[in-house]
């Protein structure tokens, strides 16, 4: 039988670009791997790993038949990816990525894949870790795990059905919502406690017991900043290239924190509670999801 997929290109062979290529591998659904990068160790780590079966070296010759083009790297690098593979996309290739946010990479693919654009299925799987680089990557990772598709509307509904088609293989669970809904949904749900499990850990930082501080920190402190583990070179470019959203919700959550400061400057135990018991609910109610 031949494979779902002959061939997909993947830049950014780390744990989303390198497990993508290991669950559709997993599935039996694709035939040649492709991958380039900005470290060759990681990619003759890749390839090593069997995520690859070979290294790019000609993105002209490789994008041209490509059944998927998959970006993921930074959402910073993406602008400069689009213009190295734009002149050189096959009419039946299609264009999708893994980033963070999804207005920002429309607007570059808009601005640089130009009449190609409708080959562009903008992409952003729910599915993480702390760890990256190819060694990271797994091939369950998408395994009941949320994919979010944004599509433009300019994609044909078959394009879109093939992108969606990749990434159940992967074992996703795949929805569907507007560039401007994803990026006000994820500031305030993922982009937002990034920002404040850096802002707790760098605090504690500066401080001249520091040492002292860490050495009592149990569980509470590390299920809340384990995200602070995350890559600071990927979180920088999502923070910035999500700012306008993010800001509102840090000046909401800086608003909340007022709500409590003024709560115990005023020893109001009431407020306290009912603050607790209303998002206490939400959590429980949540995990049973």
């Excluded at 300019?154 to 569907?176: F, Y």
């Excluded at 800001?247 to 020893?267: F, G, S």
């Amino acid at each position: 039988m031949q494979p779902s997929f002959r061939k997909i290109v993947i830049f950014g062979v780390g744990l989303i670009g390198g497990s993508f290529a290991l669950a559709l591998r997993k599935a039996g659904a694709v035939g040649d791997v492709v991958g380039f990068g900005r470290s060759q160790a990681t990619l003759d780590e890749a390839k090593q790993l069997g995520i690859l079966d070979r290294i790019g070296s000609d993105v002209a010759a490789e994008v041209k038949d490509a059944d998927i083009v998959l970006l993921a790297t930074p959402v910073a690098q993406m602008a400069d990816i689009f213009v190295r593979i734009a002149p050189h996309l096959g009419s039946q290739t299609l264009v999708t990525d893994g980033g963070s946010t999804k207005c920002d990479v429309v607007a570059a693919a808009r601005a640089h894949l130009g009449s190609k654009v409708a080959q562009f299925i903008p992409g952003h799987p729910i599915a993480g870790a702390e760890k990256s680089g190819a060694s990271a990557a797994m091939a369950d990772l998408y395994q009941g795990k949320k994919v979010v598709l944004a599509p433009l509307p300019e994609n044909p509904k078959a394009s879109v059905a093939r992108v969606r088609q990749a990434w159940e293989l992967c074992g996703a669970n795949v929805m569907e919502l507007t560039p401007e809904e994803h990026d006000g949904v994820f500031a305030a749900v993922s982009h937002l406690p990034h920002l404040l499990s850096f802002a707790l850990v760098h605090d504690l930082a500066q401080r001249d017991n520091k040492e002292l501080l860490l050495s009592f920190a149990a569980s509470g402190f590390r299920d809340f900043t384990r995200i602070a583990a995350s890559s600071p070179e990927m979180w920088r470019d999502i923070s910035l290239a999500n700012r306008d959203a993010l800001l509102r919700e840090v000046k909401r959550y800086a608003d909340e924190l007022y709500v409590i400061h003024q709560a115990l400057q005023n020893n109001d135990a009431a407020k306290l509670e009912e603050i607790f018991s209303v998002a206490r609910a939400v959590r429980s109610n949540w995990t049973q999801q």
